[in-house]
């Protein structure tokens, strides 16, 4: 068995980086080399099968390139996107249209959404609930007091509290931790970018103290719900690691913008650090 660390290691070493698809291939079929095609067979030799569960139809994506892009990469695809009033796709029948198209385009992709309100499992309707393979839900979008409005956290100024006043900052992580129990406490199937700091607070990773960590994790094993391992930042080893240990399952996620898709070489690593096994991942 090779060592993941090791392809990818190689890799950036310019050694492995040979043309499975050739330069000109789509950005959205990634990968663009045959380092992903090692690294996959490696998972798959290992037993793993790797999911994309957070990839939005969205900026060019469509549920065909999706399809297109999990022949390509054997890395298997979803469709999906947000859900919520600040949405393109709020009522039911918008909802019942996404799910049908995204099937009309390939019915072996899992349908699922995001949703962005945190009333949004008494907006849709269980009929409609039930056309869906999955709900994920981040915790980016928070209430700037207690019952106040929603705030997108990732947005400048949207985290008002004084970040160099740390009984401010403490008492922010305090109804954050609430916030974040609420989410992992919904009727949802994965928790997306878990321990998600916004950017004024996000070198304070201090705030995930092991207790905050821990509670989190096992809201989320108690609730079924599945921690995401984003491509891009969060969770970190730490949190993966103890999350292991209290028996949660994990997804990927690229969460893209565009059709364009960024390396996945962080979950490689997190799955080769951490030690994560078949078993440690979803399965619907
Ligand atoms: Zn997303």
């Given at each position: 068995m090779k060592n993941i ?34 690294l996959l067979a490696e998972c798959k030799a290992r037993g793993i099968t790797i999911t994309d569960w ?20 054997g890395i298997l ?33 899992p ?79 994965i ?30 094993v108690?609730?079924n719900?599945a921690l995401e391992i ?10 993966i690691k103890?999350a292991k240990k209290a028996g949660a399952k994990f997804t990927i996620g ?10 996945y070489?962080?979950v490689w690593d997190m799955i080769e650090q951490c030690g994560l096994t078949a078993d440690d991942f979803l399965r619907l």
């Amino acid at each position: 068995m090779k060592n993941i660390r090791t392809i990818l290691a190689a890799a950036t070493a310019g050694l492995a980086l040979f043309a499975a698809q050739g330069a000109d291939a789509p950005e959205f079929r990634y990968p663009k080399d045959g380092v992903t095609a090692e690294l996959l067979a490696e998972c798959k030799a290992r037993g793993i099968t790797i999911t994309d569960w957070h990839l939005h139809i969205r900026g060019g994506m469509t549920p065909e390139m999706a399809a297109e892009r999990e022949q390509a990469s054997g890395i298997l695809s979803s469709a999906m996107e947000n859900h919520g009033r600040e949405w393109e796709i709020f009522t039911n029948e918008r909802l019942v249209e996404f799910a049908a198209a995204a099937r009309r385009a390939n019915p072996k992709l899992p349908v699922g959404i995001q949703v962005n309100d945190r009333d949004w499992f008494k907006q849709i309707s269980p009929e409609v609930r039930q056309q869906l393979d999955y709900v994920l839900a981040d915790t980016m979008i928070m209430p700037d007091e207690e019952g106040g409005e929603p705030k997108k956290m990732w947005l400048p100024g949207n985290v008002t509290d004084d970040v160099n006043d740390e009984a401010a900052v403490q008492a922010w992580m305090e109804r954050y931790m609430k916030h974040c129990l609420q989410v992992v406490n919904e009727p949802i199937t994965i928790l997306a970018n878990p321990t998600y700091l916004p950017p004024p607070l996000e070198k304070r990773t201090d705030l995930w103290t092991p207790e905050r960590m821990d509670a989190l994790i096992n809201a989320a094993v108690k609730n079924n719900v599945a921690l995401e391992i984003n491509a891009e930042t969060y969770p970190g080893p730490e949190f993966i690691k103890r999350a292991k240990k209290a028996g949660a399952k994990f997804t990927i996620g690229v969460n893209n913008f565009t059709d364009n898709i960024r390396s996945y070489d962080r979950v490689w690593d997190m799955i080769e650090q951490c030690g994560l096994t078949a078993d440690d991942f979803l399965r619907l």
